[in-house]
């Protein structure tokens, strides 16, 4: 079982590479919390999703089950 505890969208990064700014857009990157039921146990986990839509809480928890069964089914 999957229920996810937060989504933050990351807007822009400025990174300073020798002195040069540079700009790195992240408009479609969203970092989602979760936490995941292993047997009994609850465990807090944290993935990124890079997406064209606008995320949210069911459409994100949707990413996250198809993910897992295809990294289970491989």
Sequence with gaps: ?????????D??????????VVS???LNTYFIDYELKIGETWQEQCTQITTDEK???PRAEEILKDSLRQAFNE
């Excluded at 079982?1 to 969208?9: D, L, W």
């Excluded at 807007?11 to 040069?20: A, R, T």
Aim: cysteine-free.
């Design 55 to 57: 995320l949210t809480f």
């Design 11 to 20: 807007y822009e990064k400025i990174l300073i590479n020798g002195g040069k």
């Design 1 to 9: 079982m999957i229920i996810v505890t937060g989504i933050k969208q």
């Design 24 to 26: 790195v857009s992240l």
